[in-house]
């Protein structure tokens, strides 16, 4: 699913573009959460009498599970990082980026030295399709990989101290 997009500038490394739809990766999830949909707009009908709850119900879920129950593109390249799904349009400059964080499925990209909360959510989250080395190589080559401080303040990656 990941590809490379050619570009005109000899100097670009290119774009990488990669597209994921965790529905259809993961079809049992997808189908509770089109009967969790139906079954509260059916409730919101039922319960409460007018198809109007029944509607907003079914178009607020719809909406809050958008990024799972559709695919999303992921696009790096020379200007930033960029996502666009269903109702979703973002767009990152690698001078708004500090670091990025690798989990197993996903990559969280920081817009501070320091990952938190707060700052991967002003970042971007970026779902990988079995491409997470090929994306942590292009983000490594514009903004390091933050490596949780051990015990005694360095790196996770630093050589461990000889007890003296």
Known sequence: MAKRKKTSSPEAVGDLQW?????????????????????VSWY?????????????????????L?????????TINDEGIRLRGVLLFKTKR??????????DDFIAVSTTAEPSHRSISR??????????EEVAACLGRRI???????ENGAG??????SPS
């Open 156 to 161: 996770s990656d630093a050589p461990p101290e």
């Open 123 to 132: 970042g971007l989250i970026l779902r990988l399709a079995h491409n997470g």
């Open 94 to 103: 690698w001078d708004e980026l500090a670091c990025y964080l690798r989990g």
């Open 66 to 74: 958008t990024s799972f129950l559709f695919p999303s593109t992921y």
């Open 19 to 39: 597209q994921v739809w965790p529905a259809r990766q993961r079809p049992q999830a997808a189908a509770g959460a089109i009967a969790l949909i139906l079954g």
């Open 44 to 64: 919101g009908y039922i319960g409460f009498g007018h198809i109007i709850y029944s509607i907003i119900a079914l178009v607020v879920l719809t909406g809050s």
């Open 144 to 150: 390091p990989e933050w490596k949780r401080p051990d």
